[in-house]
């Protein structure tokens, strides 16, 4: 039988092998590694999608992403970094807080990693220099440790008859030493005493306003760090309930009832985040790319906390703001 023939009465054409259709490419897989919680950074992983959707990475579509979530457990870290090495992620992507970043390059020495966070990446042994990164690094710096000086400042304008100011640290984070060095020399500078109290769970909060109150602080800063910030509402609380101008560093605290807050733009580092995720999965290297310091500053104040203190803001700190809420 000839071979047409042969096709045929197998049913036609249709019957013979076709050629496989081509194979469509994976999409690159990026880990997603913080130390937070989900529910408290849905706008901040919007704006890390965005920056990515900046390079031509949109997720679903054209990019992947796994997220691991420690829920303030930074003792997870390192089994979540190794469960996304695992997964052989392209890219891991530590946004916002440093003990995933650090975490993840224990974990690590050839994925690439894209951290954010208001840290000292060169003073942390995550890269080399800033231009000149040298390793599996890169990231978006805000040197957080340099807020304390100016957050203190501001406080003593809003309570300028405030002897003693307290700090709220976290002793668990990285760079609590440095922004308790830097707020040090602030409050010795204005005269001030400076009356640290240490939180690192959501029982340790209570206890810390105690002694905020036994020692008759005038004003409290709370140090910049993930855990307090998933508990932003009931820290803005419990200074409105102990009648304590609060000091924040993000403007999340003012939205949810903080007096104020001066520091980074947290949204807009995030997306820097994703924008430079994106350039490390078009090819370019950490090593290559140097960290950006992130530079937009911003200052909420929340008038309605305010009138509940019975706290008039000075005209002068009013011009300052880039936002009142009201």
Do not use: C
């Not at 306003?209 to 800063?221: E, H, K, N, R, Y």
């Not at 102990?242 to 003012?254: D, G, I």
């Not at 090819?283 to 509940?308: C, F, H, R, W, Y």
Request: proline residues 6%.
């Amino acid at each position: 039988m000839r071979r047409r023939e042969f096709i045929l009465a197998l049913g036609g054409a249709a019957a013979w092998p076709l050629a496989a259709p081509a194979q469509q490419p994976a999409v690159p897989l990026v880990g997603f590694l913080n130390a937070g919680s989900p529910a408290e950074r849905v706008h901040l992983v919007a704006a890390f999608r965005k920056g990515l959707s900046e390079t031509g990475y949109v997720e679903g579509r054209t990019v992947a992403i796994e997220y691991r979530w420690a829920e303030n457990q930074y003792d997870q870290l390192p089994a979540l970094a190794d469960d996304l090495i695992h997964r052989h992620v392209a890219v891991i992507a530590t946004i916002g807080t440093t003990p995933a970043t650090l975490a993840a390059k224990a974990a690590t020495t050839t994925i690439p990693i894209i951290f954010v966070g208001g840290i000292d990446p060169v003073k942390l042994g995550l890269v080399a220099s800033l231009n000149h990164p040298g390793g599996n690094l890169t990231g978006v710096s805000f040197l957080a440790s340099a807020l304390p000086p100016k957050q203190l400042d501001l406080l003593h304008k809003l309570v300028p008859g405030a002897a003693a100011v307290g700090f709220l640290v976290n002793p668990n984070y990285a760079d609590t030493a440095d922004q308790l060095r830097d707020a040090q020399t602030a409050a010795d500078a204005l005269g001030q005493k400076l009356v640290v109290a240490k939180a690192s769970t959501e029982s340790d909060l209570a206890s810390a306003f105690s002694v905020f109150v036994q020692q008759q602080v005038g004003a409290i800063l709370v140090q910049t760090e993930p855990f307090f910030f998933s508990r932003r509402e009931q820290l803005a609380g419990l200074a409105v309930r102990h009648m304590l101008p609060a000091m924040f560093s993000l403007r999340e605290y003012a939205e949810a009832g903080g007096l104020i807050s001066y520091g980074a733009h947290l949204a807009d580092m995030f997306r820097l985040g994703g924008i430079y995720t994106g350039r490390v999965l078009k090819g370019e290297k950490p090593a290559d790319l140097p960290v950006q310091q992130s530079t937009k500053i911003e200052m909420v104040i929340n008038l309605k906390t305010a009138k509940t203190l019975g706290l008039e803001i000075p005209s002068t700190v009013l011009a300052l703001a880039d936002e009142v809420i009201e």
